[in-house]
């Protein structure tokens, strides 16, 4: 008889709403082997919207997919938000009472109150459960509404639910070895399992088939992947390629801003008072942004100082592309492995003249750029690439279990 594991993720994103995905990736390996149950909201998170049942095709997923309702909201960082999760933490709190219990669950972290209500549970019932941080909160929260002291004790609250999630997990896994660490402040004696978010190798290879993208031989392109938002400064990359072109005469460069966010309209309009020859895309289909990115000469990871993130989703993209990266990013990790591997530069966060130094380095060396770009798909096949770094998670799953 299969093992019965329960996969709780609030952040959970089916095929239609978003095409690689952590936790589907985990569902889709982990069915082949256990009796597995995804639990997850009624509200998409991305779209901002309830989920259409009947559109999502349940029936021909290869396990069992649960629905919890939540009520959603507009904002991310908002009290209506707050409240968003707390409903549905009670609900699914709610809907484990009435279930046979499973031999192991793992839960997401964000949300919080999912993991609070979801590791009580656990704890309650004698069943192993593994935690696995996405991302830090309150900390991404305060840097958001970082006023001294006062953003202390507004979310204190909060802080105190995340080192109570932490010190009831079996095992903390996270997307980063910070990360883990982080966790392990709270619980010293738990299993510590470091899984990147990663790429799928074989998703790439599908998305990308058959298509193709043309760039003009005359053209050097330089690449962003991501969010248009406050925590990347697209300003500074831009800010950058202007001086290129006045101070070196460079003018040959095309800035391909993949993504949206509330920030692009600004963006765009930065962009053509710079004189930068920037093509926002909008959100690209994923086989598409792969394409692009693999043609792109630099990837650029600009994100501001005092962000919290550590091994994100776009690096992997870029590590999978091969293409090599101009960085920014302040994660001691991300650095390391950047440095360690030859597979792009670090630069000063905020530093417009290093990011362009940078950028003109990889202008001006063609055997630099290609280089990097072997040592990149070299990393992405050693730390990024989920069909080789994903089965750890079948491998802890089991060791809870016999330990049990």
Same mark, same amino acid.
């Given at each position: ?8 993720? %609030? ?44 559109? #999502? ?14 009520? *959603? ?88 639910? @995340? ?29 510590? #399992? ?15 088939? *058959? ?16 969010? #248009? ?6 300003? #500074? ?7 290129? $072109? $006045? ?27 710079? *004189?930068? %020859? ?20 630099? @990837? ?48 000063? %966060? ?55």
């Amino acid at each position: 008889m299969k093992k019965k594991v329960l996969l709780v993720a %609030n952040y959970w994103h089916f095929e239609s709403e978003k095409a690689s995905s952590r936790y589907r990736s985990f569902a889709d390996m982990l069915c082949e082997k256990y009796d597995l149950e995804v639990v997850t909201s009624t509200f998409c998170h991305l779209k901002k919207s309830q989920r259409r049942v009947e559109e #999502l095709g349940l029936d021909t997923l290869p396990y069992k997919t649960t629905l919890c309702y939540e009520k *959603g909201y507009k904002k991310n960082i908002s009290l209506k938000g707050i409240s968003s999760y707390k409903q549905f933490g009670k609900n699914v709190q709610k809907y484990l009472s009435t279930q046979e219990k499973p031999d192991v669950i793992i839960v997401s972290v964000p949300s919080l109150s999912v993991a609070d209500y979801t590791t009580k549970y656990a704890r309650e019932n004698n069943i192993p459960v593994i935690v696995d941080i996405q991302d830090l909160w309150p900390e991404a929260f305060k840097m958001a509404l970082d006023i001294p002291v006062v953003s202390d004790i507004l979310f204190y609250p909060m802080k105190k639910q @995340a080192e109570r999630i932490y010190s009831r997990a079996d095992t903390i896994m996270a997307v980063s070895d910070t990360y883990v660490a982080f966790g392990k402040k709270s619980n010293e004696d738990c299993h510590g #399992l470091s899984i990147y978010i990663g790429t799928d190798s074989l998703l790439v290879e599908e998305k990308v088939a *058959g298509k193709r993208v043309v760039k003009p031989e005359n053209e050097f392109w330089v690449g962003y992947v991501g969010a #248009l938002g406050h925590s990347y400064d697209i300003k #500074l990359v831009i800010d950058a390629l202007s001086n290129l $072109k $006045k101070d070196k005469n460079i003018d040959n460069i095309v800035f391909y801003v993949m993504g949206d966010g509330v920030l692009k309209n600004e963006y765009e309009e930065y962009g053509i008072s710079k *004189g930068v %020859n920037c093509v926002f895309t909008g959100l690209l289909e994923y086989g598409e942004m792969m394409c692009t990115l693999k043609e792109c000469d630099v @990837a650029v990871n600009p994100i501001v100082g005092k962000s919290v993130s550590s091994i994100i989703n776009k690096v992997s993209d870029y590590a999978a592309a091969g293409t090599p990266v101009v960085n920014t990013q302040n994660s001691e990790e991300y650095r390391r492995l950047l440095e360690e591997n030859q597979a792009g530069i670090n630069v000063e %966060n905020g530093n417009v003249d290093m990011v362009a130094e940078a950028i003109c380095k990889l202008y001006n060396d063609n055997s630099l750029r290609q280089s990097m770009r072997q040592n990149s798909l070299a990393m992405f096949e050693k730390y990024f690439d989920r069909q080789k770094t994903y089965p750890k998670l079948i491998e802890e799953i089991e060791r809870l279990t016999e330990n049990k």
